[in-house]
């Protein structure tokens, strides 16, 4: 694991030390991060102008909840990054290099580049979980304070192993392009919102089938007190089955690739 680790934290750090030689690109991509987030904002406010409340949620409730969505999304960016490049590698034959290294395959991939953006979604989505917490009735203890951190934990567990997983799918989506993964992970923009404003069977959907609900709402609603707020007890389980499910794929992925000499 040590050894694993290592390669990882070499390899990002490589491709962090790269982009850190064009600083002007570097802080385009924080604040390009930065404003989306201030983007999200400002349609909850024009949302919240006109109503009080979504489904029971108030303003700054939605706030941490967008915040939440926003602050995991970072780290994807900033840790996954080169798994949006699978599809290209695998379209080149270009994966028998990581094959042929003694290392794991897929902490290669995952460690192959760095989206700077992320920081700018970690300092706006963090901004927005401040102000969300700040301004919501929470009934603070450490119990649950250590439990807020599990979740978000959980959730960014949760994130991340879609992202490999979608990104899998182009071991048998052909194409030089993560479409479906892209698509994946796009329709999940849609857990930023109180989950109970959407129909039955996006609910479930996001619940059971691909568990975004796992990611902002169910721990949030647990963290306020909301309706079925014990289902974010249940991220960290979410949590473990993603991680397994994300493997296997991978795994059942690599055994299907065809070198570049085939």
Not at 91 to 100: A, M, Q, R, V
Request: glycine share 12%.
């Amino acid at each position: 694991m040590r050894r694993t680790l290592r390669i990882y934290r070499r390899s990002l750090g490589a491709h962090l030390r790269a982009v850190l030689e064009y600083e002007a690109d570097f802080w385009v991509l924080v604040v390009a991060g930065l404003l989306f987030q201030v983007l999200n904002l400002v349609f909850l406010s024009a949302v919240f102008s006109h109503v009080p409340a979504l489904n029971g949620w108030s303003f700054p409730e939605a706030v941490l909840l967008a915040g939440t969505y926003g602050f995991v999304n970072g780290l994807g960016p900033l840790f996954f990054e080169g798994t949006w490049r699978l599809a290209g590698k695998i379209n080149h034959g270009e994966l028998d290099y990581p094959l042929t290294r003694p290392a794991p395959v897929l902490v290669q991939v995952i460690s192959a580049g760095i989206g700077m953006h992320g920081i700018g979604d970690l300092i706006g989505g963090g901004a927005m979980i401040g102000w969300g917490l700040a301004n919501s009735d929470i009934d603070w203890s450490p119990t649950r304070v250590a439990g807020a951190l599990v979740l978000l934990a959980g959730s960014a567990t949760i994130l991340l192993s879609l992202i490999v997983l979608g990104n899998a799918a182009s071991f048998w989506v052909g194409g030089n392009h993560p479409v479906f993964a892209m698509t994946l992970i796009r329709t999940g923009d849609m857990a930023k919102y109180p989950l109970s404003i959407y129909g039955t069977a996006v609910r479930a959907t996001f619940t059971v089938l691909v568990p975004y609900a796992f990611i902002s709402f169910f721990p949030a609603s647990w963290l306020l007190g909301k309706e079925s707020a014990w289902l974010g007890l249940l991220t960290p389980l979410v949590a473990l089955y993603c991680v397994y499910l994300a493997r296997l794929v991978f795994r059942l992925g690599l055994r299907r690739y065809d070198s570049a000499g085939h």
